[in-house]
């Protein structure tokens, strides 16, 4: 089997185009379960493709013991099932003993979340008195009453906030658009940063012009009155 192996790492890395991180993963998890099965397969048997269900239970079972979390073993057992689909399409095996093992059930966590007066002292960090932190208080608001993911806030535009409506609109996961509401604090701090963000916008083009000018300006002076 580790000569089969060395060759799907090589199917992976020519034919499958799979990058390096991926192959040492493939590499590191099939290597432990061969070393597994050499282990505590029949002494009597040497072919290591004899493997059937059984020692790959028996191997999620060790992972187990060991501590392995679930996810660890998911991802060990999916390796085992490429690679067994590669086995039977070279013809090194004929039936798919990977086939008849269950994935384990991940562990199903609460997400860590912020209480009520910590979430109150993050809004309550930017200096609202500055531009900048009415910025950051309107997107810490937004992110708050909204329940956005951070991709789809990033990617929110002016055209995407309605604030008379107190919604915005959010392109998701699979291209699916959603309208999500937000509350009248949110509101508040968005109207804040819009007319900062008007009076920003303002100074700058009116800066860009002003350097534009002074350039025309400078090449209608004829060549003698520069050099005089």
């Given at each position: 089997?580790?000569?089969?192996?060395a060759?799907?790492?090589?199917?992976?890395?020519?034919n499958?185009?799979?990058?390096?991180?991926?192959?040492?993963?493939?590499?590191?998890?099939?290597?432990?379960?061969?070393?597994?099965?050499?282990?505590?397969?029949?002494?009597?048997?040497?072919?290591?493709?004899?493997?059937?269900?059984?020692?790959?239970?028996?191997?999620?079972g060790?992972?187990?013991?060991?501590?392995?979390?679930?996810?660890?073993?998911?991802?060990?057992?999916?390796?085992?099932?490429?690679?067994?689909?590669?086995?039977?399409?070279?013809?090194?095996?004929?039936?798919?003993?990977?086939?008849?093992?269950?994935?384990?059930?991940?562990?199903?966590?609460?997400?860590?979340?912020?209480?009520?007066?910590?979430?109150?002292?993050?809004?309550?960090?930017?200096?609202?008195?500055?531009?900048?932190?009415?910025?950051?208080?309107?997107?810490?608001?937004?992110?708050?009453?909204?329940?956005?993911?951070?991709?789809?806030?990033?990617?929110?535009?002016?055209?995407?906030?309605?604030?008379?409506?107190?919604?915005?609109?959010?392109?998701?996961?699979?291209?699916?658009?959603?309208?999500?509401?937000?509350?009248?604090?949110?509101?508040?701090?968005?109207?804040?940063?819009?007319?900062?963000?008007?009076?920003?916008?303002?100074?700058?083009r009116?800066?860009?012009?002003?350097?534009?000018d002074?350039?025309?300006?400078?090449?209608?002076?004829?060549?003698?009155?520069?050099?005089?």
């Amino acid at each position: 089997m580790k000569d089969q192996l060395a060759d799907f790492l090589d199917h992976l890395r020519l034919n499958e185009n799979a990058s390096a991180h991926t192959v040492r993963a493939y590499e590191s998890d099939l290597t432990q379960f061969v070393a597994f099965v050499a282990a505590h397969l029949d002494r009597r048997r040497s072919d290591l493709l004899a493997t059937d269900f059984i020692h790959i239970r028996a191997f999620l079972g060790d992972l187990h013991k060991r501590g392995n979390s679930r996810s660890s073993a998911a991802r060990k057992l999916a390796a085992i099932r490429t690679f067994g689909r590669y086995l039977r399409r070279e013809g090194a095996i004929e039936g798919d003993p990977a086939a008849l093992v269950g994935t384990p059930k991940r562990e199903q966590r609460l997400p860590a979340h912020l209480a009520e007066a910590e979430m109150s002292r993050l809004l309550d960090m930017p200096d609202a008195a500055t531009p900048l932190g009415r910025r950051d208080r309107a997107i810490m608001e937004l992110f708050y009453a909204s329940g956005l993911r951070l991709s789809e806030l990033v990617g929110l535009g002016l055209e995407d906030v309605n604030l008379s409506s107190r919604v915005v609109r959010v392109l998701g996961k699979g291209g699916k658009e959603r309208i999500v509401p937000f509350n009248r604090t949110t509101e508040a701090a968005l109207r804040d940063w819009m007319r900062d963000r008007e009076e920003i916008v303002a100074a700058v083009r009116g800066s860009r012009l002003a350097v534009r000018d002074s350039r025309f300006a400078v090449r209608r002076v004829p060549l003698r009155s520069r050099c005089s």
